[in-house]
């Protein structure tokens, strides 16, 4: 069958229930409304309210009103019940998740109603059928591109703490949570996401996701990702693709963020010890928000940069992170530093040791391009060259790159090929060699361009231009053995 719902804002949301298969995999049909045109400013001083509605709360049907629990997501009024299985501490621990997952961000989370001002509300109690939904459905809100405040979003916590638990590894409070975080960042324009566009691997430890292929606590992710909910990938609504990290960061505003940094060691080789080409130095390290990378630091230098390892049932493990040394890196006396990043870059370093590979240099001779030699330590001066400053090695840029073209050398960042706003006024994207895209001074690329002087991925985020809407959004969860 199909169901429909009109909403008293005018979108309708359509659910496709054709038998059984369809109810695992259901469709979400998006319908949005006319789009915004006035410039969107960031949300200043936002609150966040989640309501467990300890002595109970009626919401009302009408525009979206916070202060007064009013929402166009229901057609009539109904009321709500604290949810009564709540153990011992675990409304706290919810709170508290909740708190680190908004943390890079300029918003307060509040369990208590605020007063004197406007905010964002979340009621995290009952079932899906108090407003006419269906069982199974996890959570409801409406998508502001560019932002709301005084609207009313729901995290149906009947459901939401049982089956969303299920789906990761039983723990109820990331359960809770990951409902609570999703439903709420509708407010500020997040669509649901379904994979990283890197590599297409699964955005399941976003809590943007309705994929339950790895758990843990999930956090907003400073990654551009695909949107969709179970099946192919499909546009998102206000950002395509959706960096729902940089998106929470526009709309909102800075925050502090509260999680842990990294916990990283170096494990081999020790203090005093013997290289050569190819060694390999083990480093383990963990995060709470997972690893993003790690990089493996000679005299001051980056030399090489290893992904994260995967996420799974229960988060990203504590790993061994094994670097190689390239076999380019010069002999001589060597500091050896190992740098781990969490995915927004929040960074830990790992007590340097020094080390030697054949025999400490005695002069730039036996160094590589640009460096000197001093104490028996081949390294490169403290980069200076800007973007678009003519450079003759990689280590002389701020970007690590140093891009030759049939008019010169410049120092370079990576962009998107075909995009206008990828690179800064005054330069252009232009494809490489081997079809990558690095920003040069306009007009400098030339017919000819171009090679970069050593491989090596770059990290950038792209600033997708918002489009204006607004859609609602319903959570709905597959149970098990359905």
């Given at each position: 069958?199909?169901?429909?719902?009109?909403?008293?804002?005018?979108?309708?949301?359509?659910?496709?229930?054709?038998?059984?298969?369809?109810?695992?995999?259901?469709?979400?049909?998006?319908?949005?409304?006319?789009?915004?045109?006035?410039?969107?400013?960031?949300?200043?001083?936002?609150?966040?309210y989640l309501n467990r509605c300890e002595m109970g709360c009626t919401v009302k049907p009408g525009a979206a009103d916070a202060t007064?629990?009013?929402?166009?997501?229901?057609?009539?009024?109904?009321?709500?019940?604290?949810?009564?299985?709540?153990?011992?501490?675990?409304?706290?621990?919810?709170?508290?998740?909740?708190?680190?997952?908004?943390?890079?961000?300029?918003?307060?989370?509040?369990?208590?109603?605020?007063?004197?001002?406007?905010?964002?509300?979340?009621?995290?109690?009952?079932?899906?059928?108090?407003?006419?939904?269906?069982?199974?459905?996890?959570?409801?809100?409406?998508?502001?591109?560019?932002?709301?405040?005084?609207?009313?979003?729901?995290?149906?916590?009947?459901?939401?703490?049982?089956?969303?638990?299920?789906?990761?590894?039983?723990?109820?409070?990331?359960?809770?949570?990951?409902?609570?975080?999703?439903?709420?960042?509708?407010?500020?324009?997040?669509?649901?996401?379904?994979?990283?566009?890197?590599?297409?691997?699964?955005?399941?430890?976003?809590?943007?996701?309705?994929?339950?292929?790895?758990?843990?606590?999930?956090?907003?992710?400073?990654?551009?990702?695909?949107?969709?909910?179970?099946?192919?990938?499909?546009?998102?609504?206000?950002?395509?693709?959706?960096?729902?990290?940089?998106?929470l960061l526009n709309v909102l505003g800075p925050g502090t963020p509260i999680t842990p940094p990294p916990v990283v060691s170096l494990?081999?080789?020790?203090?005093?010890?013997?290289?050569?080409?190819?060694?390999?130095?083990?480093?383990?390290?963990?995060?709470?928000?997972?690893?993003?990378?790690?990089?493996?630091?000679?005299?001051?230098?980056?030399?090489?940069?290893?992904?994260?390892?995967?996420?799974?049932?229960?988060?990203?493990?504590?790993?061994?992170?094994?670097?190689?040394?390239?076999?380019?890196?010069?002999?001589?006396?060597?500091?050896?530093?190992?740098?781990?990043?969490?995915?927004?870059?929040?960074?830990?370093?790992?007590?340097?040791?020094?080390?030697?590979?054949?025999?400490?240099?005695?002069?730039?001779?036996?160094?590589?391009?640009?460096?000197?030699?001093?104490?028996?330590?081949?390294?490169?001066?403290?980069?200076?060259?800007?973007?678009?400053?003519?450079?003759?090695?990689?280590?002389?840029?701020?970007?690590?790159?140093?891009?030759?073209?049939?008019?010169?050398?410049?120092?370079?960042?990576?962009?998107?090929?075909?995009?206008?706003?990828?690179?800064?006024?005054?330069?252009?994207?232009?494809?490489?060699?081997?079809?990558?895209?690095?920003?040069?001074?306009?007009?400098?690329?030339?017919?000819?361009?171009?090679?970069?002087?050593?491989?090596?991925?770059r990290g950038w985020w792209l600033h997708a231009a918002a489009a204006f809407g607004v859609l609602t959004i319903l959570l709905r969860?597959?149970?098990?053995?359905?």
């Amino acid at each position: 069958m199909i169901r429909a719902m009109r909403l008293a804002s005018s979108f309708i949301l359509v659910i496709a229930l054709a038998g059984s298969a369809a109810a695992k995999v259901p469709r979400l049909i998006e319908v949005p409304g006319p789009p915004r045109t006035d410039p969107v400013p960031v949300l200043a001083d936002q609150q966040l309210y989640l309501n467990r509605c300890e002595m109970g709360c009626t919401v009302k049907p009408g525009a979206a009103d916070a202060t007064t629990d009013s929402s166009d997501l229901v057609q009539n009024q109904a009321t709500f019940m604290q949810y009564a299985g709540w153990m011992p501490g675990e409304w706290d621990a919810v709170v508290q998740c909740v708190k680190e997952v908004y943390s890079p961000y300029h918003v307060a989370i509040t369990d208590q109603r605020p007063v004197g001002s406007l905010y964002n509300e979340i009621i995290v109690a009952g079932t899906p059928g108090a407003i006419g939904l269906d069982p199974g459905v996890g959570g409801v809100a409406t998508v502001y591109c560019g932002g709301t405040t005084n609207a009313v979003s729901f995290a149906f916590a009947e459901t939401a703490v049982n089956d969303f638990a299920q789906e990761d590894d039983n723990n109820r409070v990331w359960g809770i949570c990951w409902v609570i975080a999703q439903e709420t960042a509708h407010l500020y324009g997040l669509s649901h996401e379904y994979s990283w566009t890197d590599d297409n691997s699964s955005a399941c430890n976003d809590p943007m996701t309705y994929r339950f292929n790895c758990g843990g606590q999930k956090f907003f992710r400073n990654r551009s990702a695909n949107c969709g909910e179970f099946g192919p990938p499909h546009g998102c609504q206000c950002n395509n693709p959706q960096n729902s990290h940089q998106l929470l960061l526009n709309v909102l505003g800075p925050g502090t963020p509260i999680t842990p940094p990294p916990v990283v060691s170096l494990t081999i080789p020790t203090n005093g010890a013997q290289i050569q080409n190819g060694s390999a130095v083990h480093a383990m390290a963990s995060s709470v928000r997972g690893i993003g990378h790690v990089e493996l630091w000679l005299n001051n230098h980056k030399w090489v940069e290893a992904k994260g390892v995967p996420f799974g049932i229960a988060g990203q493990p504590a790993s061994d992170y094994t670097l190689t040394l390239p076999t380019n890196v010069p002999d001589g006396v060597i500091d050896v530093v190992v740098k781990a990043f969490d995915d927004i870059l929040v960074e830990t370093d790992t007590p340097l040791i020094t080390v030697t590979k054949g025999a400490p240099c005695a002069s730039a001779t036996s160094c590589a391009k640009g460096q000197k030699c001093d104490a028996g330590k081949c390294y490169w001066d403290t980069p200076t060259g800007q973007l678009g400053d003519t450079c003759d090695y990689n280590e002389f840029c701020l970007s690590d790159t140093c891009t030759s073209t049939d008019q010169g050398n410049y120092c370079t960042t990576p962009c998107v090929l075909g995009s206008t706003d990828s690179c800064v006024a005054g330069f252009e994207c232009v494809a490489t060699s081997d079809a990558q895209g690095v920003c040069l001074p306009t007009g400098r690329g030339g017919g000819g361009c171009c090679s970069v002087e050593r491989d090596g991925s770059r990290g950038w985020w792209l600033h997708a231009a918002a489009a204006f809407g607004v859609l609602t959004i319903l959570l709905r969860r597959r149970r098990p053995g359905r």
